[in-house]
């Protein structure tokens, strides 16, 4: 397990000799390293070690490079790690990605340091992101936006603050708790919308309307004291709200 993800983890498949000693040399200081030189237990490996990234040795033939790209690409637990293949001797990077469309990338002998450590750092950092992007549409997916607005700032904000490492937080409020008084939920949720937006003043924040008639605060740069203190806003505002027929009770705070 990667115990400081700040350092990623990279799986050397096949790689050996002086290579071996000088991609360890490129990436030991800022990565997590593992190499196997049995290119039939790569899958197993890269399930066990969950790399960040993958370099295979090109001096495989084209029919076993096909195999370890497929088995890694069947496998679910494998499809999204990036593959890159370290190019043989005299093999341009252009013709090799043209046997398999499944390299991210290729590295060509003899290494450049600068070259390397960039390449890798990029195809590190898209993985990553790509991660990112299907954790947001998961939870998108959880929460049921009914405001495509708000779930594309949900998104934006997202990204920001786990590249920035800020605080962002979340309210999610539902009308348990609220009499009807005979009008509908949807009339209901506008209402528990404008007196949400009316407590947020930050040109930051986001109200936006969820699935089943909840309503959403998004709040960057917010820790869970603050949100906290806009939920108390917020409840104080719905109390006093002549619309509700009885004092508002439900509603959940998750802090992300």
Not at 45 to 70: N, Y
Not at 197 to 203: D, E, S
């Amino acid at each position: 397990m990667n115990t400081n993800p700040e350092r990623p983890k990279i799986l050397l498949a096949g790689i050996q000799g002086e290579d071996l000693d000088r991609l360890r040399a490129i990436l030991g200081p800022d990565s997590l390293l593992q190499a196997t030189l049995d290119h039939e237990r790569i899958v197993s490996q890269a399930i066990d070690l969950r790399p960040d990234l993958i370099i295979l040795e090109g001096a495989l033939t084209a029919h076993e490079q096909s195999l370890v790209c497929r088995s890694l690409r069947q496998d679910p637990r494998c499809a999204a790690i990036p593959l890159v293949l370290v190019a043989g001797e005299g093999v341009a990077a252009g013709e090799a990605l043209e046997r398999c469309e499944a390299w991210a990338e290729v590295l060509c002998r003899p290494f450049s340091s600068g070259v390397v450590r960039r390449r890798v750092a990029a195809l590190v950092e898209l993985k990553r992101l790509r991660e990112l992007a299907r954790q947001t549409q998961r939870a998108a997916a959880e929460l049921g936006y009914g405001d495509a607005a708000f779930a594309s700032s949900c998104e934006r904000e997202w990204v920001r603050s786990v590249r920035g490492g800020s605080f962002l937080s979340l309210l999610v409020l539902s009308m348990e708790g609220a009499g009807l008084a005979g009008r509908s939920r949807a009339s209901l949720q506008e209402e528990l919308l404008r007196a949400c937006a009316a407590v947020v003043h930050r040109k930051t924040d986001y109200v936006g309307r969820l699935a089943d008639h909840r309503v959403a605060c998004l709040l960057p740069e917010t820790d869970l004291d603050g949100a906290l203190e806009v939920a108390r806003r917020m409840r104080q505002a719905l109390a006093a709200a002549a619309a509700w027929a009885t004092p508002f009770e439900g509603g959940s705070l998750a802090g992300l």
